[in-house]
């Protein structure tokens, strides 16, 4: 099991495969379904790429980053449905998770961008359900494969957090 010790001290060896993107994440969702039922809630995935799409990365590292950031979703997403998206872009691929849940404020936002350097306050988002430390340690699997990733977000209109894989 991957702890946040080995993160710190950049102890983690990424094992990168090729994987056809559109074919892991439908698997990935399959796997996810009945936890998405325990949210009442359910994860649907969108493609906008060409089939077979492959990219080289952990699969392993790969499957923990969309688990947290799809855990976080249906948290905050009371029983709404998340959506992950598959999308081409110039020299990425890609991959975002979609909620339509309550969003976030500029405040959280900001302190998400400085990398969880302390944990966001009660007062800030009372309603928040969880550390932030999911999001961290996905941000810093994110830089061990090579991969960015970031969050777009508005107050009252939901979050999306997306992978860019190179």
């Known amino acids: 099991a991957l702890d946040t010790e080995r ?26 379904r009945p936890l998405a039922k325990s949210f009442h809630s359910e994860v649907q995935l969108y493609c906008w790429q060409p089939q ?65 350097r302390s944990s966001i306050p009660s007062y800030v988002l009372p309603n928040a359900k969880g550390s932030g430390l999911g999001l961290l340690i996905s941000r810093q699997l994110a830089s061990s494969i090579g991969a960015r990733l970031g969050v777009s977000s508005h107050l009252a209109h939901g979050s999306g957090f997306f992978l860019d894989l190179p």
Do not use: W, Y
């Open 7 to 32: 993160l710190a001290n950049n102890s983690i060896s990424p094992r990168h495969e090729v994987l056809e993107i559109e074919a892991f994440c439908r698997d990935f969702v399959e796997q996810l």
């Open 52 to 116: 077979e799409t492959c990219v080289s990365t952990d699969p392993r590292l790969l499957g923990r980053i969309l688990r947290n950031l799809l855990i976080n979703a249906l948290r905050h997403a009371d029983g709404r449905r998340i959506r992950l998206t598959i999308r081409l872009r110039q020299t990425t691929c890609r991959v975002a998770v979609l909620d339509n849940g309550m969003g976030m404020t500029a405040e959280v936002r900001k302190r998400l961008r400085q990398g969880f």
